[in-house]
């Protein structure tokens, strides 16, 4: 600690990310970043000329990348806010939304970087329990609130609630802002984005990292009811005017243009999930049903700290959580079949 730093940082309590090790031949299912690569249309835009007009800052409000956002889910552009990760368009709305009296309600086992941000912003939260089977239940919400925020599918739990519940939550809480966070709908979740003109009050954010294979690029985005929208730019202009830089918007563009690529990488990755459960099962692991890229699963011997660590050795690396009512599971990305094959044999010889 440092005499130098203000009473806010000395409190912090800061995110810390799944590791991103330089080891060769590492196998790596900790981060739930996608196995294959970018489009090949990303591949395109890499030329002489774009990289030229670096010298130039990019558009601040990323006009064309809205447009193509604004397109491929039918809302308008106005309706579309867009950020240097999903992270970043979370802490913005953190700050545009729910700053308040009430408190902020989320679930005890969610996203671990919602409480390092309301620290960052003091906001005053409360965590609400899953159920005994790690799903959430809508009706513990029904409580005054300043804002609600859930990641749907859930993470770490991969858990996904059913469109119905969620309209029902909105018509019942008209009152504060909910965001639903869906960085792993494309897995089979059903998005809240055919809400948004129902319901001015809700936000729906998305991110490029897991299921466009983008996550060195750092985009995420949010759409909502406009008056949120410019609540949002109004904080980012607060902060910084240009949160995406020009590669990483054109490859924002040709990600969702090349919509086919898509459409292949999530389906390889939810039938290789499928078969992941499968085997997991088989070896006596409790696999939470996933609508993710990744299986958050218990070993049948309550150790998965070793598992964790002998599967290192094995240069395979999955993510553990030293958390109440989770420690004893795994979370483990869903790679290729290959790196899927070898995760299930090397848990074979354990
Ligand atoms: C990965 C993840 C994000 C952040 O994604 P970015 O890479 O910052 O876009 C947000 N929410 C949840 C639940 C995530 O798992």
Redesign the pocket.
């Known amino acids: 600690m440092s005499t130098f730093w203000s009473q806010v940082v000395r409190e912090l309590e800061p995110y810390v990310p799944g590791e991103q090790p330089q080891i060769d031949g590492l196998i790596k299912l900790n981060?739930?970043e996608s196995p294959y690569p970018p489009s090949p249309e990303v591949l395109k835009l890499m030329t002489q000329d774009a990289i030229e007009r670096l010298r130039l800052y990019p558009d601040p409000n990323s006009k064309k990348l809205k447009t193509t956002i604004a397109n491929y889910y039918g809302v308008t552009t106005e309706q579309v806010f867009v950020?240097?990760?999903?992270?970043?368009?979370?802490a913005l709305a953190f700050m545009a939304f729910f700053q308040q009296s009430q408190p902020l309600l989320f679930p005890d086992i969610?996203?671990s970087?919602y409480p390092v941000y309301c620290k960052l912003f003091g906001i005053n939260a409360q965590q609400i329990p899953l159920l005994d089977d790690f799903t959430i239940d809508f009706a513990h919400y029904a409580k005054p609130n300043g804002g609600i925020i859930f990641?749907n599918p859930?993470?770490?739990t991969a858990i996904g609630k059913p469109l119905t519940d969620i309209e029902t939550l909105l018509q019942k809480n008209t009152q504060s802002v909910v965001i639903v966070?869906e960085?792993?709908v494309d897995f089979g979740g059903e998005t809240a984005i055919g809400l948004v003109n129902k319901y001015p009050n809700l936000l729906v954010?998305?991110?490029?990292?897991?299921s466009r294979s983008l996550?060195g690029a750092?985009?995420?985005f949010a759409i909502g009811n406009s008056d949120l929208i410019i609540g949002l730019d109004r904080v980012k202009n607060s902060f910084n005017s240009y949160p995406l830089d020009r590669l990483a918007e054109a490859a924002t563009i040709a990600a969702f243009e090349d919509d086919s690529y898509f459409q292949t990488c999530r389906a390889k990755i939810i039938t290789t999930r499928d078969w992941t459960a499968k085997e997991l099962a088989a070896l006596g692991f409790s696999v939470l049903p996933s609508q993710?890229n990744f299986v958050f699963a218990k070993p049948a011997n309550n150790n998965a700290v070793e598992i964790t660590q002998k599967l290192r050795e094995h240069k395979i690396l999955v993510r553990h959580f030293n958390a109440p009512r989770i420690n004893e599971f795994l979370r483990i990305t869903i790679g290729t079949d290959a790196q899927m094959q070898q995760l299930i044999s090397v848990l074979k010889t354990l």
């Open positions: 981060t739930n950020g240097n990760g999903s992270d970043e368009v979370l969610s996203y970087f990641p859930n993470a770490p966070d960085a792993y954010v998305q991110t490029l990292s897991k996550a750092r985009v995420g993710a």
